[in-house]
């Protein structure tokens, strides 16, 4: 089992003919993932070959849809020309839009969010995420597949970078699915998503968290984990040393006053019944005890 994505999931990549696009969709596809093709109006028609396999390229989403029964899109394209692909790709009823995307303005993420709530059939991620991994079967976006195998942990980040560092340092336990949210202030898939869908999911025995300061998502988790989440969790807040009153990394990391500190996330996670490391290395090895207090 899985969360979002599995080995059966036909990505196409919408954004592949150009540089990044190319670069990532060949890593996608040596990680085993089942890509039938991208999208580019311009190019319509026309193949790109990666080490010897054939990717069509199609004018729309909905006739790659209609072509090859694409269920995800991961979306290359520049921040300008966003909003109108995952518009696109939800009019065509593609059930997964990772978008990778970073730079994103926030009108345009709250204009297709909405779109895909009201779909009531797409589910985003992202955007400015490392996308979505399902390790041995399915990966959508820019995660290194070799840094960890099939397992029971799930994952859940804001941070691309610490998605990577904790997947490596738990490669030998495996995960069942990593998730990069991203980090801006609106995004598609919330830790709350993730977590509901990790709780249902039952090869899914633990869960990671991580988040970052700024904002109150975090504190909301907790709320949930406490009313809703029977698996053990381990957390993870980015921002500890975090010098006040600055404005840090992604633009979702604004902290006012006390409110959206790490100490006030890792206060609200631990009254949840969390165990929240202060690195990212303890926080493994916290999920590590976690995993062996288990077998």
Known sequence: MSIFLNAASKVIVQGMTGSEGQKHTRRMLASGTTIVGGVNARKAGTTVDFDGEQQ?????????????????????VPPAFTKDAVLEAIEAGIGLVVVITEGVPVHDTA????????????????????????????????????????GSIGLVSKSGTLTYQLMYELRDIGFTTAVGI???????????????????????VAII???????????????????????PVVGYVAGFTAPEG?????AGAIVSGSSGTAEAKKSALEAAGVR????????????????????
């Open 276 to 295: 929240v490391g202060k690195t990212p290395s303890e926080t493994a090895q916290l999920m590590r005890d976690v995993i062996e207090s288990m077998s």
């Open 209 to 231: 968290m991580v988040g970052e300061i700024g904002g109150d998502a975090e504190e909301r988790a907790a709320d949930f984990i406490t009313e809703h989440v029977t698996k």
């Open 56 to 76: 069509p390229v199609f004018g729309t989403v909905s006739e790659a849809v209609a072509e090859t029964g694409a269920d995800v899109s991961v979306v290359f």
């Open 246 to 250: 600055k404005t840090m990394g992604h």
């Open 182 to 204: 991203g980090g801006d202030p609106i995004i598609g898939t919330t830790h709350i998503d993730c977590l509901r869908a990790f709780e249902a999911d039952p090869e899914t």
């Open 111 to 150: 204009v297709f969010f909405a779109a895909a709530e009201a779909s009531g059939t797409t589910r985003i991620v992202g955007p400015n995420c490392p996308g979505v991994i399902t390790p041995g079967e399915s990966n959508t976006g820019i995660i290194p597949a070799n840094i960890a195998g099939k």
